[in-house]
């Protein structure tokens, strides 16, 4: 933290510094440090998607979802590859219960990042959460193809049953 303030009395606003602080604040459990940090951060380098993800993440881990769903909004306006802002929009839409843009925000993850099996899984879930069985067997069979310890996790959680991929 020493050398990240030292580098900040020097080199006021530099993003490497003002982000490294953050994230040091973050793993110390100073949460609220962690956030004014950020915020800080925001006000110099807003333009970056990147510093609005890991603000929405620290936003989400908070608990304060509709400020985080903003963050991940902002992240993936700046950002629109970034799929790690787009699975952290769909778990805040998820948590808010807004399952309909949770797909959407899911599917686009699973188009930037077609092997991670998190979005998949997600996304499969929101399905059952929606009583829409046959879209969850679907990812189910679909990750046997390349996860097939998520498919049949998500087998064994959901009580759904998918034969073999043809």
Same mark, same amino acid.
């Given at each position: 933290? +020493?050398?990240?303030?030292?580098?900040?009395?020097?080199?006021?606003?530099? +993003?490497?510094?003002?982000?490294?602080?953050?994230?040091?604040?973050?793993?110390?459990?100073?949460?609220?440090?962690?956030?004014?940090?950020?915020?800080?951060?925001?006000?110099?380098?807003?333009?970056?998607?990147?510093?609005?993800?890991?603000?929405?993440?620290?936003? &989400?881990?908070?608990?304060?979802?509709?400020?985080?769903?903003?963050?991940?909004?902002?992240?993936?306006?700046?950002?629109?590859?970034?799929?790690?802002?787009?699975?952290?929009?769909?778990? %805040?839409?998820?948590?808010?219960?807004?399952?309909?843009?949770? %797909?959407? +925000?899911?599917?686009?993850?699973?188009?930037?990042?077609?092997?991670?099996?998190?979005?998949?899984?997600?996304?499969?879930? %929101?399905?059952?959460?929606?009583?829409?069985? &046959? &879209?969850?067997?679907?990812?189910?069979?679909?990750?046997?193809?390349?996860?097939?310890?998520?498919?049949?996790?998500?087998?064994?959680?959901?009580?759904?049953?998918?034969?073999?991929?043809?």
């Amino acid at each position: 933290m +020493a050398v990240f303030e030292e580098m900040l009395a020097e080199f006021p606003g530099d +993003a490497y510094a003002m982000a490294s602080r953050a994230h040091l604040l973050s793993q110390r459990g100073d949460r609220a440090g962690a956030l004014q940090a950020m915020q800080q951060l925001l006000a110099v380098h807003g333009d970056n998607g990147t510093h609005w993800f890991n603000y929405g993440f620290l936003l &989400e881990e908070a608990g304060d979802f509709d400020r985080a769903e903003a963050a991940f909004r902002r992240a993936t306006e700046l950002s629109p590859q970034l799929d790690r802002a787009w699975y952290g929009l769909g778990l %805040v839409l998820i948590r808010q219960q807004r399952l309909d843009e949770a %797909v959407a +925000a899911l599917k686009k993850n699973t188009q930037l990042q077609p092997m991670s099996p998190y979005g998949w899984y997600q996304l499969a879930r %929101v399905h059952v959460d929606r009583h829409e069985p &046959e &879209e969850a067997r679907k990812i189910i069979r679909h990750l046997s193809r390349f996860e097939p310890k998520v498919a049949a996790q998500l087998e064994r959680e959901t009580g759904l049953t998918v034969s073999p991929a043809s």
